[in-house]
């Protein structure tokens, strides 16, 4: 079974920039698609940026699109997520997670994914 450790949250000033890690375990990371979603107060779970197994393609949510970049290295068992240009409403705990087995890639709605890890509370205040 795949497990996923993000890391690399913390708090940031507006314009800021942070780089996620996710950490993944399991014999099936580099042939499975993984996401990031974000979990804020009072606001819905967003799925904000996912890449395929080989990092051809990439999805990105409206509001982090031109800010955040998704990439994989797939020898270290890894995927990142730089984000650029933070906002306040970046605030959240972010998580990733595996695409499940079968899951079309058009589907980029939170439920698609599973196996989530801890998350990484990022933080952009003043």
């Known amino acids: 079974q795949v497990q996923f450790v993000e890391s690399g949250g913390g708090l940031v000033q507006p314009g800021g920039s942070l780089r996620l890690s996710c950490a993944a375990s399991?014999?099936?990371?580099?042939?499975?698609?993984t996401g990031w979603y974000r979990q804020a107060p009072g606001k819905q779970r967003e799925l904000v940026a996912a890449?395929?197994?080989?990092?051809?393609?990439?999805y990105y949510s409206g509001s982090v699109k031109g800010r955040f970049t998704i990439s994989r290295d797939n020898a270290k068992n890894t995927v990142y997520l730089q984000m650029n240009s933070l906002k306040p409403e970046d605030t959240a705990v972010y998580y990733c997670?595996?695409?499940?087995?079968?899951?079309?890639?058009?589907?980029?709605?939170?439920?698609?994914?599973?196996?989530w890890g801890q998350g990484t509370q990022v933080t952009v205040s003043s």
């Open positions: 997670g595996r695409k499940r087995p079968g899951s079309r890639w058009s589907n980029q709605q939170p439920t698609s994914y599973d196996n």
């Open positions: 890449i395929n197994w080989s990092g051809g393609n990439t």
């Open positions: 399991g014999s099936i990371f580099s042939i499975s698609a």
